[in-house]
């Protein structure tokens, strides 16, 4: 149900939600999302998905901000990559309620500055969880696109989908 809360994204959840073609999921759990720039033009780099970023781009549920690149960015960029590290910077100097983000080392520095983190495979789980997708074949299509996901979680995952 989306609300007014501080969403801010990194590239991973945004492309492979476009690659499996469920954006929609972001829209019925968020009232927008706002990514850096540095986030922006990684997504616009390749080609996949970006006709459907556009359209949440131009629907105005997508905002891109510039991120200035602080003491902070400078600390957090000697770990991660320019978008994970707006993104972080961002949520951390805007008191964001959520940050998007799908790779280990993003999410063990966005949890060390007591940001909430979620991702892709949240998303689906959410989505799941109301009835707006069946999980099992998204999962299974995230894997077809190229999103590594262990058997373990595989299999939690789904386990944690309410009957």
Not at 59 to 69: A, C, K, M, S
């Amino acid at each position: 149900m989306p609300n007014n809360e501080l969403v801010v994204s990194d590239t991973s959840p945004l492309l492979n939600l476009a690659l499996i073609d469920q954006l929609t999921l972001l829209k019925s759990q968020f009232s927008s999302i706002t990514i850096p720039r540095q986030v922006w033009d990684e997504l616009t780099d390749g080609e996949a998905g970006v006709d459907a970023l556009r359209s949440l781009r131009d629907d105005e549920f997508l905002t891109i901000t510039e991120v200035e690149q602080s003491h902070l960015f400078t600390e957090i960029f000697h770990e991660l990559d320019l978008g994970e590290t707006a993104a972080i910077c961002h949520a951390i100097e805007h008191d964001a309620d959520l940050i998007l983000l799908d790779e280990k080392d993003g999410r063990q520095v966005a949890r060390r500055h007591s940001l909430t983190v979620t991702g892709v495979i949240g998303i689906l789980l959410r989505g799941a969880n109301v009835g707006d997708i069946e999980l099992k074949h998204e999962l299974d299509a995230l894997r077809d696109a190229g999103f590594w996901i262990s058997d373990e979680l595989y299999s939690k995952v789904l386990s944690e989908v309410t009957e």
